[in-house]
């Protein structure tokens, strides 16, 4: 994997578990933005979940409604997630990076 996609999965972690929510909605502004790395807001969204669910709804509306990757960041069960579900989310090397997480944690 390239340093630059991980890095930008690492710092969506990091501001999903302790950015403030201002710092949040920027980071989801600027990825939704991003079309080669929009998948990225699935771990930011699941990241918050915890600790701010308004937040975290705040961030996964940024994705398509009702996709799936909307609903894993959200909480839900929602089965295996596959490289192909999420392909139109982020780059080969985005999705690449962010899929054993999906699968850890779905």
Same mark, same amino acid.
């Given at each position: 994997m390239s340093q630059p996609v991980r890095i930008a999965f690492g710092l969506a972690l990091i501001v999903?578990? /302790?950015?403030?929510r201002d710092q949040v $909605?920027?980071?989801?502004?600027?990825?939704?933005a991003a079309p080669l /790395? /929009?998948?990225?807001?699935v771990a930011l969204a699941r990241a918050r979940l915890d600790q +701010?669910? +308004?937040?975290? $709804?705040?961030?996964?509306?940024?994705?398509?409604?009702g996709h799936v990757a909307q609903r894993w960041a959200l909480?839900? +069960?929602?089965?295996?997630?596959?490289?192909?579900?999420?392909s139109e989310l982020g780059s080969v090397a985005a999705v690449a990076e962010i899929?054993?997480?999906?699968r850890r944690d779905g």
């Open positions: 999903g578990w /302790r950015g403030s $909605r920027s980071v989801a502004n600027a990825l939704s /790395r /929009r998948v990225f807001l +701010d669910p +308004d937040g975290a $709804r705040e961030v996964a509306d940024h994705l398509p409604a909480g839900e +069960d929602v089965g295996a997630i596959y490289a192909d579900t999420l899929l054993p997480f999906v």
